[in-house]
């Protein structure tokens, strides 16, 4: 076990400092966590159009006619109530392209916002290009196609936000711009200096899309990167061997000392961010909603943060007889509730703990795998709401799904998963009791010669 704890760090600290300090993939990281306030905007408007309860089950009185109110206001005005999130869901790829790009511009020094503004306007003209559209009075329109404009088009919004900033880097570097005079104010100067990045970068997308459709009038450059990005990226997040093998990679990352979610979170969030898109989709046009492998992993920070950590906490807190181990029950039994589980990782510790990855990386697995099958059993709703934030326990699942039934799965999983913690504690709790008695006859016998003396 020292030997394959050897390995892992080894092999996984330079690959998990290189992803924290390569520049891009840091750009994308930010990126989309800037996206989390408005995912958050659009997930309460949701929640606010999807009682979790239905006109049915109010109407058969009890208790839950309490909700009668919330039920008939989300069906008079439910397509209002959409609008906040149609316009954050909606237009997560213009938030990405912005975001990303303003992010690598700041690591290279440049104008942060002038990129980011380049970026987004790029991306609109390659993901929704408005066009002219005659209309049956005789008028003509302007129209966009908002296809890509939201989790669809985040393949798209990368590469666009990629592209544009390294564009706009080699024509600074090389001195492709129009120069002005020193004595002209650095704003204007500024603005000046990016008409030639900006008129290439035009010319590379619109461009583009424009040689593609020529050859393909059915095929768009947006569908073209979804294509070559999104497919194999798919293959590796949404197919059970995938999602399966991301898990594993998280939670081992985890076990090093690294935070395995964000390490892994350029590669998986596009994906991850079209299913969940689509899926409320679905529960807003009052459809089922489809469970597919990239949501295998949505039950492996439930209970406690990541690893489900929660039920550990548990067996520390009443069951521990090591000082060490009570102390840090009690320490961290209120952050582990409220889903914090750096306390806990870093505390135990579990990051290179031999004993206690085992349980760790077994217990997240047999999350994801329970909540799987109850999912796909029709047992409980899936999560489908993307609602960022440390939300205690019970809360935060119910909260992204409106299924009261998911409470009941989390308590069963608490015990579930104290089994499966509980052999590794007591060897845990045994040796630390073991060494805390030793240090403690060291100290008397110490004290004995220090009389004696």
């Given at each position: ?27 994308m ?7 989390i306030?408005f ?37 008079k ?19 990405a392209?912005?975001a990303?790009a ?11 916002m ?16 408005a ?5 049956a ?13 939201g989790s ?10 990629i ?49 593609i459709?020529a050859?393909d ?19 590796l ?5 995938g ?25 998986t ?22 469970f ?35 102390a ?5 039994i ?14 135990a ?12 990386i077994?217990?997240?697995l047999?999350s ?15 999560i ?19 299924d ?16 499966v ?5 007591k ?5 630390l009791?073991t ?15 220090e009389?004696?003396?």
């Amino acid at each position: 076990m020292e030997k394959f704890m050897k390995f892992l760090n080894e092999k996984l600290t330079p690959l998990a400092n290189f992803f924290g300090r390569q520049r891009h993939l840091l750009a994308m990281q930010r990126g989309f966590m800037a996206m989390i306030s408005f995912i958050f905007i659009g997930a309460v408007f949701m929640i606010i159009a999807n009682p979790p309860v239905t006109a049915d089950m109010v109407a058969n009185g009890g208790i839950l006619s309490i909700f009668s109110g919330w039920v008939n206001f989300a069906a008079k005005y439910k397509m209002v109530i959409l609008i906040p999130f149609n316009m954050t869901m909606g237009m997560l790829g213009v938030i990405a392209a912005f975001a990303i790009a303003y992010n690598l511009a700041s690591s290279y020094k440049m104008s942060a916002m002038s990129s980011a503004l380049t970026s987004a306007i790029i991306f609109m003209l390659t993901a929704a290009p408005a066009g002219y559209y005659a209309l049956a009075d005789g008028s003509v329109a302007s129209m966009m196609k908002t296809t890509y404009l939201g989790s669809q088009g985040l393949f798209t919004a990368i590469v666009v936000a990629i592209v544009t900033v390294e564009v706009t880097r080699f024509c600074l570097s090389h001195h492709l711009t129009i120069r002005l005079p020193e004595s002209v104010p650095p704003f204007i100067s500024e603005t000046f200096s990016l008409i030639i990045p900006g008129v290439l970068n035009t010319i590379i997308f619109f461009g583009g899309n424009l040689l593609i459709q020529a050859y393909d009038p059915t095929m768009t450059l947006p569908a073209l990167i979804e294509f070559v990005l999104g497919k194999p990226l798919g293959g590796l997040c949404n197919t059970w061997p995938g999602a399966i093998a991301l898990c594993i990679i998280s939670s081992l990352f985890w076990c090093c000392g690294l935070h395995g979610t964000m390490i892994l979170m350029p590669f998986t969030t596009a994906i991850g961010m079209q299913v969940a898109t689509r899926n409320m989709e679905l529960v807003a046009a009052g459809k089922d909603i489809i469970f597919q492998p990239a949501m295998f992993g949505d039950a492996g920070n439930l209970l406690g943060g990541a690893g489900n950590t929660f039920s550990f906490v548990l067996l520390c807190l009443l069951l521990a007889h090591s000082k060490q181990l009570k102390a840090f029950g009690k320490a961290t039994i209120i952050p582990s509730f409220c889903r914090i589980s750096e306390p806990v990782l870093y505390g135990a510790p579990i990051a290179f703990n031999p004993i206690l990855m085992i349980p760790f990386i077994v217990g997240t697995l047999l999350s994801n795998a329970l909540y799987t099958i109850c999912c796909m059993t029709g047992l409980i709703t899936p999560i489908y709401l993307q609602v960022a934030g440390t939300f205690p326990i019970f809360i935060n699942s119910f909260i992204k799904c409106l299924d009261f039934r998911i409470i009941i799965f989390e308590i069963v999983l608490i015990a579930i998963l104290a089994v499966v913690w509980y052999p590794f504690f007591k060897i845990y709790d045994s040796q630390l009791g073991t060494k805390e008695k030793m240090k403690e006859e060291e100290i008397d016998s110490n004290n004995i010669e220090e009389s004696i003396a």
